[in-house]
């Protein structure tokens, strides 16, 4: 999100602290958002995370097709490399473990400390 809004969306008043605390951002922060949702406990909304999209996209685009209740039109394609070519400020890395070592400890920290009973309730573990 903080990518987005500083690279794509040019944002030069906002820090990764921001973005953790919900500061200054449309939609709040992180926990609170996902909250309003509340993707696991709404059957209207299917919970799609990223990491199973990129390691078994087979099977999350099953997922989805069932969910909809429509058949698949095509096979995935993996196409973030032309995405990332075209539109690199907002298709920047497409990894979780980049994106996190942009992080300091202290900013790893203030996410852990503010976001932590949602991570874990979303299966993240520390």
Do not use: C
């Not at 449309?26 to 999209?53: C, E, M, T």
């Not at 097709?65 to 990332?84: C, M, Q, T, Y």
């Not at 539109?87 to 070592?101: C, L, M, R, T």
């Amino acid at each position: 999100w903080h990518n987005m809004l500083t690279r794509a969306k040019k944002r030069t008043d906002i820090s990764l602290e921001d973005v953790i605390l919900g500061r200054n951002v449309a939609f709040g922060d992180w926990s609170g958002h996902l909250q309003a949702w509340k993707p696991k406990h709404n059957r209207r909304i299917l919970l799609v995370y990223y990491r199973d999209l990129i390691s078994q996209p087979e099977t999350v685009l099953e997922r989805i097709s069932g969910f909809v209740g429509k058949p698949r039109i095509a096979a995935w394609r993996d196409n973030f490399a032309e995405l990332h070519r075209l539109y690199p400020e907002f298709f920047a890395s497409g990894s979780d473990a980049k994106n996190i070592a942009q992080m300091t400890d202290a900013q790893a920290r203030l996410f852990w400390h503010t976001h932590r009973e949602a991570m874990h309730e979303y299966g993240f573990p520390e």
